[in-house]
Nanobody, 121 residues
Framework: QVQLVESGGGLVQAGGSLRLSCEAS????????MGWYRQAPGKQRELVAT???????NYADSVKGRFTISRDNAKNAVTLQMNSLKPEDTAVYYC???????????????WGQGTQVTVSS
């Protein structure tokens, strides 16, 4: 069984910072891309940032220059540092990992349970 456990959400004023962390645990052979997505009320889930196993990074235009994604391959962990937060960043943030559990199955996406980020104006 694979689990993605997230931490670090909360309530912050506009202009503040939060740090989200996620660690994948269980039987894992390899981890490809990891990333963060978010879903605001009434909206579709959208990409925030992803980082490949080779550390190639992709950010949504709306967070470029404010958010920083990083990963620790030894811990199968990914972190999202969020600075200069805006009310429009309010959403449930989900950790994602594309990983392989064993040599008999293909890689697939796994998701965390989600963590709430609320930015007040």
């Amino acid at each position: 069984q694979v689990q993605l456990v997230e931490s670090g959400g909360g309530l912050v004023q506009a202009g503040g910072s939060l740090r989200l962390s996620c660690e994948a645990s269980g039987t894992i052979v390899s981890v490809n891309a990891m990333g963060w997505y978010r879903q605001a009320p009434g909206k579709q889930r959208e990409l925030v940032a992803t980082i490949s196993s080779g550390s190639r990074i992709n950010y949504a235009d709306s967070v470029k220059g404010r958010f920083t994604i990083s990963r620790d391959n030894a811990k199968n962990a990914v972190t999202l540092q969020m600075n200069s937060l805006k009310p429009e960043d309010t959403a449930v943030y989900y950790c994602n990992a594309n990983l392989r559990r064993n040599y008999y199955t293909r890689s697939r996406d796994y998701w965390g349970q989600g963590t709430q980020v609320t930015v007040s104006s």
